[in-house]
């Protein structure tokens, strides 16, 4: 009878350990540039090809550009100009990271949600970027 409380007891620590092993696997660090919320380009390209998981990315291009060049599977979609209304469900319990064609939008986004919701961690990507629907970016230095 014992050895089976025991068999029991061991069975609900593996399950919790496995429902609890998110929780417990530290998010990726973000490399910036050194101003104030910009992620570095290898930084952006390294985590959205291996973790991307562990960020909300926002595309906050037009629709039409969207539609004609796409975007990332693990992207969401919220144009610039609908960004205000959509501010309150962004999460705050995962680091967003926030791009468009060439920075512009992305760092006005990015200004709009801190002001919005200081607590929410938040990264733009002040670069050139050509979706192209490929799975990943290229990526440059900004005009």
Same mark, same amino acid.
């Given at each position: 009878?014992?050895?089976?409380?025991?068999?029991?007891?061991?069975?609900?620590?593996?399950?919790?350990?496995?429902?609890?092993?998110?929780?417990?696997?530290?998010?990726?660090?973000?490399?910036?540039?050194?101003?104030?919320?910009?992620? *570095?380009? +290898?930084?952006?390209?390294?985590?959205? !090809?291996?973790?991307?998981?562990?960020? @909300?990315? &926002? %595309?906050?291009?037009?629709?039409?550009?969207?539609?004609?060049?796409?975007?990332?599977?693990?992207?969401?979609?919220?144009?610039?100009?609908?960004?205000?209304?959509?501010?309150?469900?962004?999460?705050?319990?995962?680091?967003?990271?926030?791009?468009?064609?060439?920075?512009?939008?992305? *760092?006005? +986004?990015?200004?709009?949600?801190?002001? !919005?919701?200081?607590?929410?961690?938040? @990264?733009? &990507? %002040?670069?050139?970027?050509?979706?192209?629907?490929?799975?990943?970016?290229?990526?440059?230095?900004?005009?």
């Amino acid at each position: 009878m014992r050895s089976l409380l025991l068999k029991y007891i061991a069975y609900i620590i593996i399950i919790w350990l496995y429902l609890t092993s998110s929780v417990l696997v530290a998010v990726p660090a973000v490399e910036t540039t050194g101003e104030d919320g910009i992620i *570095s380009i +290898a930084s952006f390209q390294q985590l959205l !090809a291996n973790y991307p998981q562990y960020f @909300y990315w &926002l %595309d906050v291009r037009d629709t039409e550009e969207i539609a004609y060049d796409g975007t990332y599977a693990t992207a969401h979609a919220i144009p610039f100009e609908k960004l205000a209304q959509h501010i309150p469900q962004l999460p705050a319990d995962k680091p967003i990271i926030i791009f468009c064609h060439n920075g512009a939008r992305a *760092s006005e +986004a990015y200004d709009r949600i801190k002001v !919005a919701r200081p607590e929410i961690t938040a @990264y733009f &990507l %002040d670069a050139h970027v050509q979706f192209q629907h490929q799975p990943l970016p290229i990526v440059a230095i900004p005009y």
